[in-house]
């Protein structure tokens, strides 16, 4: 299973160093980080994606709330969310190729958005699901290159996820992670 | 407003910051704050390594409470400092390094001394700093020593460029609440928390409480204490637990886990309830976590909310200030007897005692252990112990016993080698009536023996009892245990100690048979100045019990009792 994860962090130098350090340090295993800016000019906005098979989210958000930079961390898994992931995907194509391109790109409401003599770049957004079932169908036609960007999330609704009460002090945890570092070390 | 240089904004903070010691080696890169150093009332010890910098303010954080500093220039400086700061950080030890750096203009440019120090220190600091405009410069000072101190505590950098130092700017110390951490754990406890853990308390046959760092740092001794005596369950002590609760008290059952009393890692595996206070499982404590005291339910009162089942599940966490949740808790579990499970830890006790190698009669060589009790009869067990790391460090822990807080120090979780002479110096500077003894192995001593000239050029009275037993014992003890006896590069050479202090003008003496170790601990207390004994001890003894390190808690190594 996966648990998303965003945070609102201080837009200061260092700061996604900190967060990736972090991860790689306790052996977090993470699917995805993206970052961003928001609206209020100083902070960024991380979504990150926990693969919960190896990594207890609770131990994630906890480590990265003690982490001075970051302002705030919330677990949206269980709250009703807009997840978006956009693709850019080279494909293999020649003029006789377009119609067909164009039509299976508004099946999945993606766009071409640039067409050279054998290629085109065809550019999707949306959930993880979506953008592989494209995907699925693209690769048979030759995919040169793709991107993606990996998902942001945003919890529907007025609220503002972080806003919420006791965002600011801890909800006692209810432990879930039974040692991410099973191994016992041994060491002198 | 007043205008000031960087440089002596570092003083002006730290003086309101109550600074009256500083520990540090200066450099190119911190010329300036050096230059401006002399013009404000803090003291600077001039240490001979920059490790020793780091441990020292350790040192002297772990005997006060406060905030110790230490200074160091760019480059090598600042790296030489890092295994202190680790130091710090594995054990929460509030200190504030201050590091100069190359000017703002050449920084990434691999200019002459420089080294992404902010970089370098990122995974073993708390928080730290590239400051690179003057202006915010006392921010990051007071949030330095804010983050150093404040929940969870642990080493904060700020490493200041040379340029920052000389630029000038006007000086005001801002007063304004700093934001970390933001979030806070709350200061009330759920109800039907305290309402589930007292439940679980009553109704325990075979509780074990587990007392660890935690407790001194919250300062929750007495709160310990009151706990234990209401409940009357027995209290087990990891590394850094040992003097928050008293070691002869009734209730107390020594120190757990690897190295730990045979009968204190039995009642914890044969808990029915485990009642964690300040402490974090660390495999030391644990041994193998698949058969971790497996039948107990755990209760984990602590202020770290990442500590919370990182090692072992927990099945009710309590996060808190372990002070004020115990305030809350103890009113609210019964007073209880408990008269079975205490009979029979006392029954394991006994088998212990048994094998008490103070007790053999067989063994007229000098022990390590003689030397610990002995040192600790001498001292009326009042003397505020730093150790180093090894085989002496676990004799301190099982043979001195320690009734009050802060009267051992020593590495627990990094287990630096070198540690206790520096932090020796850095706690005497803390707690200046104290008697300090630096308990040490011949090994660790030479790590930073070169802090013999510190102490001397200080004028402190501190002394130093070397454990010598002509081996890297630890690493031997393993070596015999696990590796077929194939002695690796655990033999050392040492120095003569007695002619080495001697070239420091440091008295020194050697003890070689069990009846001059009292008289020479004497001799040394009476001493106006700092003594150094070499204690040349058995060579190839070993700290029993052992629990290999991923083995079963309780499937511990016994020392042998001899065949009659
Ligand atoms: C800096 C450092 N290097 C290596 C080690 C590994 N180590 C742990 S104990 C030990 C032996 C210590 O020897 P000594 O200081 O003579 O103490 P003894 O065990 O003999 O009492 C070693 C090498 C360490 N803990 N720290
Ligand atoms: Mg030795």
């Known amino acids: 299973m996966k648990h998303t994860l965003v945070a609102l962090v201080e837009d200061k130098p260092g700061v996604l160093n900190r967060v990736a350090s972090l991860f790689r340090r306790r052996a977090f295993n993470i699917e995805s980080l993206t970052v961003g800016r928001t609206h209020e000019p100083a902070v960024s906005r991380m979504t990150i994606l926990v693969d919960t098979e190896q990594t207890a989210p609770a131990l994630v958000e906890a480590n990265l709330s003690k982490l001075i930079n970051v302002i705030d961390v919330k677990d949206v898994t269980h709250l009703p969310t807009v997840m978006r992931d956009l693709a850019l995907v080279k494909v293999r194509a020649d003029a006789s190729a377009l119609a067909e391109l164009n039509q299976l790109a508004n099946i999945f409401r993606a766009n071409i958005v640039d067409v050279s003599p054998d290629s085109v770049i065809i550019e999707v957004t949306g959930d993880e699901a979506k953008i592989d079932g494209l995907l699925d169908v693209l690769r048979s036609r030759g995919i040169i290159e793709m991107v993606r960007t990996g998902q942001v999330a945003m919890a529907r609704g007025a609220v503002n996820g972080h806003d919420v009460p006791a965002a600011n002090s801890w909800a006692t945890p209810r432990g879930n992670g039974n040692g991410h570092l099973a191994e016992s070390v041994g060491s002198v | ?564």
């Open chain 2, 1 to 564: 407003m007043p205008i000031r240089t960087g440089a002596q904004i570092i003083w002006e903070c730290l003086v309101r910051e109550g600074v009256d010691v500083v520990f540090g080696y200066p450099g190119g890169a911190i010329l300036p704050t050096y230059d401006a150093m002399l013009d404000y009332p803090i003291h600077h010890v001039l240490v001979r390594h920059e490790q020793g910098a780091a441990h020292m303010a350790d040192g002297y954080a772990r005997a006060s409470g406060k905030v110790g500093v230490a200074i160091a220039t760019s480059g090598p400086g600042a790296t030489n400092m890092t295994t202190g700061i680790a130091t710090a950080m594995l054990d929460s030890s509030p200190i504030v390094c201050i590091t100069g750096q190359v000017g703002t203009s050449v920084i990434g440019s691999d200019a002459f001394q420089e080294v992404d120090v902010t970089g370098v220190t990122l995974p073993i600091t708390k928080h730290n700093y590239l400051v690179t405009h003057v202006e915010d410069l006392a921010q990051a000072i007071r949030e330095a020593f804010h983050i150093a101190r404040s929940d969870r505590p642990g080493p904060v950098l700020v490493d200041v460029p040379k340029d920052v130092q000389n630029a000038k700017c006007e000086f005001v110390y801002p007063d304004d609440e700093i934001p970390y951490p933001r979030r806070r754990v709350p200061a009330q406890v759920p109800a039907a928390d305290l309402e589930r853990a007292a439940e679980w308390i009553d109704q325990a046959e075979r509780p074990v409480i587990l007392v660890g760092h935690g407790v001194q740092i919250s300062g929750a001794m007495d709160q310990v204490l009151e706990f234990a005596e209401k409940t009357q369950i027995p209290v087990a002590l990891t590394l850094l637990g040992i003097g928050t609760f008293p070691a002869q008290h009734r209730l107390c059952l020594g120190m757990m886990g690897m190295h730990g009393e045979a009968y204190a890692n039995r009642a914890v595996q044969g808990a029915d309830l485990l009642v964690a206070f300040g402490m974090r499982f660390d495999d030391r404590v644990t041994g193998n976590l698949k058969t971790y005291a497996k039948h107990a339910k755990k209760i984990h009162v602590e202020i770290d909310p990442s500590e919370i089942s990182k090692n072992v599940h927990v099945d009710l966490p309590i996060l808190g200030d372990l002070k004020a949740v115990l305030e809350q808790l103890t009113p609210r579990v019964a007073a209880g007897r408990r008269d079975a499970w205490r009979e029979q830890i006392s029954e394991w006790r006994m088998e212990s005692e048994a094998r008490n190698i103070l007790r053999r009669e067989d063994i007229d060589e000098l022990l390590a252990a003689h030397v610990i009790h002995d040192l600790w009869e001498a001292t009326e067990g009042n003397a505020l112990i730093v150790s180093d790391v090894g085989q002496h460090q676990m004799w301190e822990a099982q043979y001195y016993l320690h009734e009050k807080p802060r009267s051992l120090i020593t590495s627990g979780g990094l287990g630096t080698m070198g540690f206790a002479l520096p932090a020796a110096i850095g706690a005497k500077f803390a707690q200046p009536d104290a008697d300090v003894w630096v308990v040490a192995g011949d090994g660790g001593f030479q790590m930073t023996q070169a802090e013999l000239a510190t102490l001397k050029q200080e004028g402190l009275k501190l002394n130093i009892a070397i454990i010598n037993n002509g081996y890297l014992g630890m690493v031997r003890q393993w070596q015999e245990f696990f590796y077929g006896r194939r002695y690796a590069a655990t033999p050392i050479l040492s120095p003569d100690f007695v002619k080495l202090a001697d070239a420091y003008d440091i008295p020194a003496m050697r003890v070689t048979r069990r009846e001059d170790v009292i008289p020479a601990i004497q001799a040394a207390r009476e001493k106006p100045g700092p003594v150094v004994i070499d204690f040349r001890v058995v060579q190839e003894d070993s700290v029993y019990p052992m629990v290999p390190a991923g083995a079963d808690l309780h499937a511990m190594i016994r020392r042998p009792v001899p065949t009659q």
